[in-house]
């Protein structure tokens, strides 16, 4: 389904982050330190700071871009407590990233793929994020009420943040979803339900 308002996207700088240092071209990351509530939002299998610390100082010879093989662009959002959370605070986890929409049936759906095969993962080190591209954040909580919680890490803050992180992504069309590994390296990109267990066995 195509984006509403594409025309209208504008990019958004991240207002915090964690302390990253040796972030060079090619996207190389060497130290990455996390605060303590964004570790609790994450899963046991990656929320370790000292095997993410070791997964995050392992060179990645890649530029960063949107395709597979290149390392993600760094986003930062507020999440539905009101809690900003950087891409960066994944790193050790594979995450999936999903740009979705209340409005967009076809979204229903590919939620509630994605949450099952969170269900799968998640101990693994799985985590599901949900960019939302609601017009406000009142259609998101009616979505929640009226669906259910799909199980994601649901992000907003505002329209014109989630377009600009979409527009950052070349998102033209939702439901639209990437997996990054452990590294912060884009695996895939293309339709939710393209997204399976024999994709994700690799990455493990």
């Known amino acids: 389904m195509p984006v509403k308002g594409r025309s209208s996207m504008s990019g958004t700088n991240s207002r915090r982050g964690v302390v990253v240092a040796g972030f060079v071209l090619l996207g190389t990351l060497t130290a990455v330190v996390l605060s303590g509530a964004a570790v609790d939002r994450l899963p046991s299998a990656c929320a370790d700071r000292e095997v993410r610390a070791a997964e995050s ?3 990645v010879q890649a530029a960063v ?5 290149k390392v993600a662009q760094e986003f930062t959002l507020p999440d539905l407590d009101e ?3 950087s891409l960066s605070e994944l790193r050790g986890c594979v995450v999936v990233i999903e740009f979705w929409a209340s409005w967009c049936p076809p979204c229903w759906e590919s939620a509630r793929h994605l ?4 269900q799968r993962h998640e101990g693994r ?10 017009y406000s954040r009142a259609a998101i909580d009616r979505f929640l009420q009226e669906v259910g919680d799909p199980g994601m890490v649901v992000l907003w803050g505002s329209l ?3 377009r600009g ?9 939702i439901p639209r979803a990437l997996v990054i590994d452990r590294r912060g390296v884009i695996r895939f990109v293309g339709h939710p339900a393209r997204i399976t267990d024999s994709l994700l066995e690799p990455l493990w």
């Open 57 to 59: 100082s392992e060179p």
């Open 160 to 162: 014109a943040e989630a």
């Open 83 to 85: 809690q900003p959370l």
């Open 65 to 69: 871009g949107v395709e597979p093989g």
């Open 165 to 173: 992180v979409a527009e950052k992504y070349e998102v033209r069309a």
């Open 115 to 118: 949450d099952e095969l969170r």
């Open 125 to 134: 080190g799985l985590v599901v994020v949900g960019v939302s591209l609601d």
